[in-house]
């Protein structure tokens, strides 16, 4: 089943899809009405978002991804969803249904984006999807779903990304939470191994997806490139007109810390190489760093 909420005035300019949700479910109509679809309707619609899909945004995490979502979502004629999990359910219901093939899924993945993109404002023109870290493993299933439309992936220096998922390790990151299949080749001690060497690995899947797929429609983001790179590359890439005035409000979001509201940002990447010990220091050299330097050269590359 899905399970729905009155969203009245609320905008997706949260950092995260389920913050905006949050805030939804908690207002009166919602906690005295509510309405659920059977997801069979869902797949069975057959529909297109009423809103242009215009841009999906795979990430390696910890990466400025957010930063890329809030810049977008600063234009009222935008809507950004940022790791929608009505979207994560889905791409997780072969298992659980049964189903045998990607084409299986497709119906499923089409039905929800359709559902999430209802336009719900006059304004209103454009949908990005900002995905999960793990969805780039999912790349050729995204590429099937939506054949046309643009994606990016964000990458960033993989001692400073190490640092960060240390300090606060999200679900993906943890033994059994995605697919092993999706993480070949994998040691058979896997799911046993050190956190920090497990979250090695999974990142090292995450840059090999990403270097295999990078040409069929997408664009390579270090983070440094941010935020500016928005207002310019990640724009052309998205087929965005944007304004003087639209440029201007989207840096005006960038300089704020779009994870820490009433906060200016200010750069962390220092704090984060301080902060890493030397086994950190050690996985990011021996499996992550050349990884990062294959997705400079081919980001260079097709800059030229």
Avoid at 187 to 209: E, G, I, Q
């Amino acid at each position: 089943m899905v399970e729905w909420c009155h969203l009245g005035d609320l905008r997706f300019t949260d950092p995260f899809f389920e913050q905006t949700i949050r805030r939804a479910v908690h207002q009166p109509f919602n906690l005295l009405f509510s309405h659920r679809t059977p997801l069979s309707e869902i797949a069975a619609t057959g529909a297109r978002p009423e809103l242009r899909l215009a841009g999906l945004i795979f990430h390696m995490s910890r990466c400025g991804s957010t930063v890329i979502s809030q810049m977008l979502a600063a234009l009222a004629r935008n809507v950004v969803l940022s790791e929608p999990a009505p979207l994560d359910q889905i791409v997780r219901i072969p298992a659980r249904l049964g189903l045998r093939s990607v084409d299986d899924v497709l119906p499923y993945l089409r039905g929800i984006v359709a559902a999430l993109g209802k336009k719900r404002r006059p304004q209103e023109r454009d949908l990005f999807i900002k995905l999960d870290a793990w969805h780039v493993l999912l790349l050729p299933l995204f590429r099937r779903a939506f054949p046309d439309v643009p994606w990016v992936f964000v990458y960033r220096d993989p001692v400073e990304v190490l640092a960060s998922l240390a300090r606060s390790r999200p679900l993906q990151m943890f033994p059994h939470w995605i697919d092993l299949g999706l993480l070949a080749p994998a040691p058979d001690d896997f799911a046993n191994m050190p956190p920090d060497t497990y979250t090695t690995h999974v990142l090292a899947c995450f840059l090999r997806a990403a270097i295999e797929h990078h040409r069929d429609g997408g664009l390579l983001v270090e983070y440094g490139e941010l935020p500016e790179a928005v207002c310019t590359r990640v724009r052309d890439h998205f087929g965005l007109d944007c304004s003087d005035a639209d440029l201007a409000s989207m840096r005006a979001t960038a300089r704020r810390n779009v994870k820490q509201a009433g906060t200016r940002f200010r750069p962390d990447g220092a704090a984060k190489r301080r902060s890493a010990g030397p086994e950190i220091r050690m996985l990011a050299e021996s499996q992550l760093a050349p990884l990062h330097a294959e997705l400079d050269a081919l980001r260079r590359a097709a800059a030229r």
